[in-house]
């Protein structure tokens, strides 16, 4: 019986080339879709170049948290080694600015689902389609849905086709096979055209590329599934060059088919590029494919933070309530808890319909971000140092840094900064309170031991990998 078992778990451990893809089709998602007209509209053509450094940061981050995962196996994964390596302080912090990220990107990704559907729907206001989202994204989770992670799947591969579908309808368009020859290629020459917005522009659309990498957290989490935890630096490199690639190549292309003035926020790039005459059913096709990407990603995001806000509690980071489960099968505590913050934003695209999403997109990213920094200096902490190591880590929050702060010198942006400011500065003076209540309690908390932990949470870190 025990071979058995030991063969079965073998059959589940993955290669790295099969962490790879799944990253590849887990990472891609309405940052991308969307996000990526807004960071073309703010930098302009140039903005390729910062698609680049952004995965060059990214692959930092997934390499210094695939070799903790390696060496240091732990459940909590970034929040345990930002326990271990400054103090229960530090867990506190990571953990709560993880879950506010994945809050923020699930209002974003709100948002972004109600621009897609007003494609369709023009007249209907996007709080209409926020709510409705949300609903039925609520009510997935809340009744356990065991098959959701084979939907999820099959979804991620629909939006690899998506992908795929573009880059061959684009370069049928530029060759004149199909559209009547209705696209002909502008390559933006000279450094106003490729810098409309000169240097200060392209810094602040560094924000919006780096949230198009969002998520590579979770696949640090998977890297113990590998047969050979090891080969996680090699999986995340081969993702990374992949996500890249694609970034660029699908881009670069929307970028000399669509004149810059026509790129904004509220339109995904793609659609645009899309556009003619002779092929009108293939928007629609396309916006109906960003739909279902973009509700698979917003899903499996509310798996995430209700398995995290769950962890918090039972390690008593959050109140104990929300790790209560109703009829002990129902997660309605924490679910109560995370629908008041997505009411939160859907109030906001009530409020601001104009501008919500890149304040949110903005804030989001920023949260994302600092967590990153939290996994780079955990790495510096618990890893054997080394020369290299420490070039690659520095390099990281370099980036990081240039990216939260190209944030400050564009009116789309700045607001998002403050918003993400106040959420830090809140988690800050919880945390101190936190921390001040357990001294005179007499010593730091124990956190319980998660191994085998409950089987949402588990189920919550599998979904996930199919994020955004």
Known sequence: MKQTSSKTEDDKKLKWWQLSLLGIAGTIGTGYFLGSGLAISIG????????????????????????????????????SYAKKAFGSWAGFGSGWVYWFSELLIMGSQLTALSIFSRFWFPAVPMWVFAAGFAAVSLLIVFFGNKGFDRVENILAVIKVAAILMFLVIAAALLAGWIGGGKFTPKVPLGVKALFPSGGIGLWSAFIFAFYAYGGIEVLGIM?????????????GKVMLLGLAGVYVLSIGLAVIMVPLSAFNPKESPFVLALSSDHLAFVPHLFNGVLIIAGFSTMTASLYAITSMMITLAQEGDAPKLFSKKWKD???????????????????????????????????????????????????GRLLKPSLLSGVKRWTGLVLIAAAVAGTLFHALSRPGFYISLLIVSLIALSDWIVQHYRGKKGGTHESHSLQGGPEFRITGIRLRKNKV
């Open 44 to 79: 302009g053509p140039a903005v390729l170049l910062v698609y680049i450094l952004a995965a060059g940061g990214t692959y930092v981050v997934f390499d210094a948290l695939a070799r903790m995962t390696a060496e240091h196996p732990e459940q909590g994964s970034f929040r």
């Open 223 to 235: 890297s113990y599934r590998l047969k050979k935890p090891e080969e996680a630096p090699k999986a």
């Open 329 to 379: 099968k129902y997660p309605f505590y924490a679910l109560c808890l995370i629908a008041a913050g997505l009411i939160g934003a859907i109030m906001m695209s009530l409020w601001l319909p104009g501008k919500v999403y890149e304040y949110i997109t903005t804030a989001a990213g920023l949260m994302i971000l600092y967590n990153w920094s939290f996994i780079l200096l955990s790495a």
